[in-house]
């Protein structure tokens, strides 16, 4: 039962976008009030992270934390190739030697509570199992929000909050109630994945790594991410036709593209399937307006490109830090004006556009980092860096004057080859 009805800030969702911004705002004394449907802890996908969210985990409080739970550390990335090539790893400390340089593959059950529970020590209120029933946002603050607890016999409670953050995911209440989801059309992508227990994992010198394996045909790829329980997340993403309209069961599906993956089957050659096969659908999009006057976006739910370099988690916590500095600018000027709520959204977007680019040149058929690398050497520090998520700073995009050409270049080589 909640003490009170009125909230500075109310939270809908208690995921690492929506715990960061709450876990920011409470601390400088607002009244805050995280609202999540599900059972801590629960059950979701997005394992690998990028080593740039070591300046959120920093910001948050939490690096000891991670070490303390003992998520399995990520040292870098590597890609397998349509014809089997396994690629020299990009491993992160190579390019940096700070401690940042390195990452985790999490348990998101885990990962998620150490989050939430961050943002109830410095001060916030949650309100789990209750689901968000209406959004009323009116022309100012405060706005209205009518909760349902299943846990009290299905009372709808209804409270007021001088700024309303969504940072439900990919159930972006907000952004689907103000008609603000704008689909990537050319990434409409499926993915189905699971667990196994008893895959080949990296020991003794070699780094553990975030994986990448393309099918042969180049329709579809495998993640594969070892994690602390000793299981591997292994999960297929392709073109949402090509992944599910062509007939059968998702495991059916997930086996057959298993059979065009010669370097994931000498993976999982003695391993077993634990877990049932989870599907998630056509799940990258972004938001036309990401704040205005007394709300903002953050997390999945103001957008998602796609599962290739693990950015999910880094723009959640990212996005999470940055509105909630902004969202205590704006009380404690007592300005929730969209500019001063959303003056952090053109910097942020400024960074998404690199990685949203560096995702469409991989789905470019033609396209091999390997093959990039080789023949532009030098790029090899700026493409690690894009990897790894240094996208707010420096010059990310200089390598695109090279990329761009080339892979126009490439793909015209490959229709004409194909004309012969």
């Given at each position: ?11 809908i969702?208690?995921g ?17 009030l995280?609202?999540?449907?599900e059972k801590?802890?629960?059950f ?15 910001r948050l409080?939490v690096?000891?934390?991670l070490d ?6 990520k ?15 990009f ?6 030697d700070?401690?940042s ?71 972006a ?9 704008d689909n990537?059309m050319d990434l409409?992508?499926?993915a189905?994945w699971?667990?196994?227990k ?9 780094p ?5 394996l393309?099918t042969?045909t180049k ?6 991410i ?5 299981t591997v ?8 036709d090509f992944?599910l ?6 495991e ?10 010669p370097?994931?089957?000498r ?6 399937c634990?877990?049932?096969y989870?599907v ?11 704040a205005?006057?007394?709300?903002v ?5 103001g957008?998602?490109?796609d599962?290739?370099y693990?950015s ?9 830090v940055?509105?909630g500095?902004?969202?205590c600018?704006?009380?404690a000027?007592?300005?929730l ?6 003056s ?12 949203l680019?560096?995702v469409?040149a991989?789905?470019?058929k033609p396209?091999?980092?390997g093959?990039?690398?080789?023949e ?5 520090e700026?493409?690690?860096n894009?990897?790894?998520g ?7 995009g ?5 990329m ?8 015209k ?8």
């Amino acid at each position: 039962m909640l003490s009170k009805r009125n909230y500075d800030c109310v939270v809908i969702g208690g995921g690492p976008a929506g715990s960061a911004t709450a876990c920011l705002v409470a601390e400088q004394g607002y009244s805050t009030l995280i609202v999540e449907r599900e059972k801590f802890p629960r059950f979701h996908v997005g394992e690998s992270l990028m080593p740039e969210t070591y300046w959120a985990f920093e910001r948050l409080g939490v690096l000891h934390e991670l070490d303390r739970i003992g998520f399995t550390r990520k040292n870098g990335v590597q890609f397998v190739t349509s014809d089997d090539k396994e690629t020299q790893p990009f491993i992160f400390s190579d390019f940096d030697d700070h401690e940042s340089a390195m990452t985790w593959h999490v348990q998101r059950a885990d990962f998620d509570q150490m989050l939430v529970d961050t943002a109830f020590n410095r001060g916030a209120t949650i309100l789990g199992e209750t689901r968000v029933l209406d959004v009323e946002i009116r022309k100012q603050s405060p706005h209205k929000v009518i909760l349902k607890s299943e846990t009290d016999k299905g009372k709808e409670i209804e409270v007021s909050a001088r700024v309303v953050v969504d940072g439900s995911g990919q159930q972006a209440v907000l952004a689907n109630r103000l008609g603000l989801k704008d689909n990537y059309m050319d990434l409409k992508k499926s993915a189905i994945w699971s667990y196994f227990k008893g895959a080949r994992r990296n020991g003794g010198t070699n780094p553990e790594v975030t994986c990448i394996l393309h099918t042969n045909t180049k329709d579809a790829w495998f993640w594969y991410i070892p994690l602390s329980d000793g299981t591997v997340s292994v999960g297929l993403v392709g073109d949402n036709d090509f992944i599910l309209k062509r007939g059968g069961s998702p495991e059916n599906t997930f086996r057959q593209e298993l059979a065009n993956c010669p370097g994931l089957k000498r993976r999982l050659i003695d391993a077993e399937c634990v877990s049932r096969y989870h599907v998630a659908k056509e799940f990258s999009y972004r938001c036309t307006q990401q704040a205005g006057p007394g709300w903002v976006l953050v997390g999945d739910a103001g957008g998602f490109i796609d599962p290739i370099y693990s950015s999910g988690v880094f723009l959640a916590l990212k996005s999470g830090v940055m509105a909630g500095e902004a969202i205590c600018q704006g009380l404690a000027a007592n300005d929730l004006s969209a500019e001063r709520l959303g003056s952090w959204v053109p910097q942020y977007n400024g960074g998404v556009k690199w990685i949203l680019k560096l995702v469409r040149a991989f789905y470019t058929k033609p396209f091999s980092f390997g093959d990039f690398v080789r023949e532009y050497p030098h790029h090899r520090e700026n493409l690690t860096n894009l990897l790894v998520g240094k996208v707010f700073e420096g010059n990310p995009g200089a390598i695109f004057d090279d990329m761009d050409p080339w892979i126009e270049r490439m793909t015209k080589d490959e229709v004409a080859s194909s004309l012969v």
